[in-house]
């Protein structure tokens, strides 16, 4: 079992930036990927991120490469979200996720990941 806790949403202007943050505690062989998806009212749940742990590895979904970055500080089990240069169809809950990762050192699609967060909203307006 893995706890998650996500903080650093907010409202911002587009064009304007803002860093998530999730601190994993509990077993942390369970959180050897961990990520980001999304879920805005109406809409299906979104990847937007995620790394192996292990090896620093990263996936970043097309809808935001080149303006989100995924990042991580093993020693406080924390990985970053920074967000810039958002747009208005950025707008939704952001949840962290973790998964144990798959046989031979890779994560699976991080919508499907085994644990998340309560969410943090991220509203941009134009």
């Known amino acids: 079992q893995v706890q998650l806790v996500e903080s650093g949403g907010g409202s911002v202007q587009a064009g304007g930036s803002l860093r998530l943050s999730c601190v994993a505690f509990g077993y942390m062989y369970s959180a050897n990927c961990m990520g980001w998806f999304r879920q805005a009212p109406g809409k299906e749940r979104e990847g937007v991120a995620s790394i192996y742990t292990g090896t620093g590895s990263t996936y970043t979904a097309d809808s935001v490469k080149g303006r989100f970055t995924i990042s991580q500080d093993n020693a406080k089990n924390t990985v970053y979200l920074q967000m810039n240069t958002l747009k208005p169809e950025d707008t939704a809950m952001y949840y962290c996720?973790?998964?144990?990762?798959?046989?031979?050192?890779?994560?699976?699609?991080?919508?499907?990941?085994?644990?998340w967060g309560q969410g943090t909203q991220v509203t941009v307006s134009s």
């Open positions: 996720a973790a998964d144990p990762g798959l046989y031979g050192g890779s994560c699976p699609e991080v919508t499907e990941f085994d644990y």
